[in-house]
């Protein structure tokens, strides 16, 4: 069965100057990441995770000198269990009530709406995999809406761009940051050549290949996925998953 890791601590690295990771802990949980605004020393925090592994992440950013409390704004690249779970107990934690959760397209609607066969794709429900497993309850949250245009800006030094990259599900996005050449994919693709699933409800391997052909032409270093590890080599790891996932001659 899936080990629940609450009492694993998710230790972290310094990447780069004020961008940490935070690797997933078990099964069913994400990799996070943290960057610091370098002025107002404010955190925004790429994926919830499962919610599970919170208490891990907190005791690993205590050891890096963050404060939980600090988190205000949490961006999501897509809407699975792994990535979004962790924002109904963030937000429980913030009594303040000041983190704002961003979200783009469907992603969005699902999480301002609350629709929980969405968070939990079929065949993860058919492990008997739910909102109890999770101790938490599916409820509306308050999401700003993010659009292609518009850029992210986190102190002075970090402006992400937007990418909707479908395939893994159908509003999944990546964020880029050009100067730097950070690329946050979400389940796009990974290090080591492997890539998103594509047989989850919605998803398409067709967009899948068009997300990943996007995403090969970039200027990418700091390649930090969803899963499994990081790597300073962007560009030769989406080039594997590039090559890999043409090599899957039919569509989905």
């Not at 694993?8 to 949980?29: A, Q, R, S, T, Y």
């Not at 937000?91 to 983190?99: A, G, I, P, S, V």
């Not at 309850?137 to 659009?147: A, G, Q």
């Not at 032409?217 to 790597?231: F, R």
Request: hydrophobic share 35%; proline share 3%.
């Amino acid at each position: 069965m899936f080990d629940k890791s609450s009492d694993k601590v998710k230790n972290g690295e310094l990447v780069i100057d004020d961008l940490f990771f935070f690797p997933e802990v078990g099964m069913l949980d994400c990799n996070q990441f943290i960057i610091r605004d370098q002025d107002t020393k404010e955190l925004s925090l790429f994926d919830a995770g499962n919610g599970l592994t919170l208490n891990g992440l907190i005791e690993g950013m205590k050891r890096l000198g963050l404060l939980f409390k600090d988190i205000t704004r949490v961006y999501i690249t897509h809407e699975h269990v792994d990535h979004v779970l962790g924002l109904y107990h963030i937000l429980k934690k913030m009594e303040d009530n000041k983190t704002q959760v961003f979200a783009y397209g469907e992603t969005a609607d699902i999480l301002r709406n609350g629709i929980e066969e969405k968070i939990f794709p079929g065949s993860i429900q058919s492990f008997g995999i739910n909102t109890k497993y999770f101790g938490v309850k599916i409820i509306p949250i308050n999401i700003t809406e993010l659009t292609l245009h518009e850029s992210i800006h986190i102190g002075s030094e970090f402006t992400f761009k937007i990418m909707h990259t479908p395939g893994h599900s159908p509003s999944s996005i990546c964020y880029y940051e050009e100067q730097q050449k950070i690329l946050i994919p979400g389940d796009l693709v990974f290090t080591g050549g492997s890539f998103g699933r594509y047989d989850f409800p919605g998803g398409s391997l067709q967009k899948l290949k068009e997300s990943i052909k996007r995403v090969n032409e970039l200027d990418v270093t700091n390649l930090l996925p969803g899963h499994m590890g990081i790597t300073s080599q962007g560009n030769k790891a989406i080039s594997s998953s590039f090559r890999m996932v043409q090599s899957i001659g039919s569509y989905f």
